[in-house]
């Protein structure tokens, strides 16, 4: 079966991992701060905190800007349940915003509308949370826009973008955000196994991240309450968690870092080949805005007129491993019993009944691709 996606591990990442495996340090030590300094000097961003998840960084984030009972926070439909699961951990509700279904990102018109009537209704979102989705930065200039007339958050989910530009400048960087998160799960663009990160330019939420990251204390004096009465002292301010990274991870994100670029371009390169050889095809590709460059960390295709079952399976039996993101999130029964229902957001739900992921990842050959091409011809003929 030729995967959708999956990690490119070199001789180089296990060389290494296994010098952190013979050091003094396994958990968060001195790996971990240096594989956070390459990903905001990559991203453009003051400071990075290295997480054991994207998820968990989600969840940090949300607490750093103060999302609790009561308050609610906005995501795209067309994500990974993660995106919304995040509010709920801090006891926050979820609403989702309507995709654009050229870009199949969160769209700006759809969430301007929505804004407005929150406002009527008096119950403005604490946070959104728009989702790069495949790799593609959303409208992130009229988002950032309205989250400042609106007095909004905004957490950036780059879970799939690390690499990709918009406007110029790397995602990341926080132009339009409070809080960009990155995941290094396998699938994605670079891996630490399981891992994540949130970035930032506020030194304060950037602090106040790593203490939730470790159970919510500090060793720093001028953050205690009282006086330290020895080099032994920390001080537990909030309540936290452990969702450190481990220097093992940190070690084979540094690693996988240095070669980015070159994943990227492989990625960017099978993008552009389906791209000229789908084009034929009952089919439609996400539009890519020209102030954006994607990531690519998924290529997607909506069937137009085909069943997207018996295509899906058929690509299957043909070795091909094919995959559908996302379902959307509001449809799930965890969703529905909190009283969301079909129709409610009918561009994610459009684009669903016909999605369909094709295998694109770093070390997929033209060879490999031209398979998946051929399959996907005799599906669609
Ligand atoms: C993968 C993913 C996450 C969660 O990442 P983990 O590192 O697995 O926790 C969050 N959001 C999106 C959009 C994702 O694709």
Known sequence: MIPYGRQDITPADIAAVTAVLESDWLTQGPAVPRFEAALSARCGARHAVAMNSATSALHVACLALDLGPGDLLWTSPITFVASANCARYCGAEVDFVDIDPATLNMSPVALAAKLERARAAGRLPKIVVPVHFGGQSCDMRAIGALAQQYGVRVIEDAAHAIGGRYDGAPIGGGRHAD?????????????TGEGGAALTNDPALARRMARLRSHGTTREPAEMAAAPEGLWCYEQLEL?????LTDLQAALGLSQLERIDAYLARRAALARRYGARLAALPLSTQRILSECASAWHLYVVCLDRHDRRRVYEGLRA??????????????????????FKPGDFPAAER??????????????????????IAALEEQLT
């Open 240 to 244: 936290g968690y452990n969702y450190r």
């Open 318 to 339: 043909a070795g091909i491993g094919a995959n559908v993101h996302y379902i959307p999130v509001h449809l799930q029964p965890y969703y529905r019993a909190l009283g």
């Open 179 to 191: 809080i960009t998160i990155l995941s290094f799960h396998p699938v994605k663009i670079i891996t």
């Open 351 to 372: 684009y669903y009944r016909g999605a369909l992921t094709l295998p694109l990842h770093a070390r997929l050959s033209d060879a490999e691709q031209d398979r998946v």
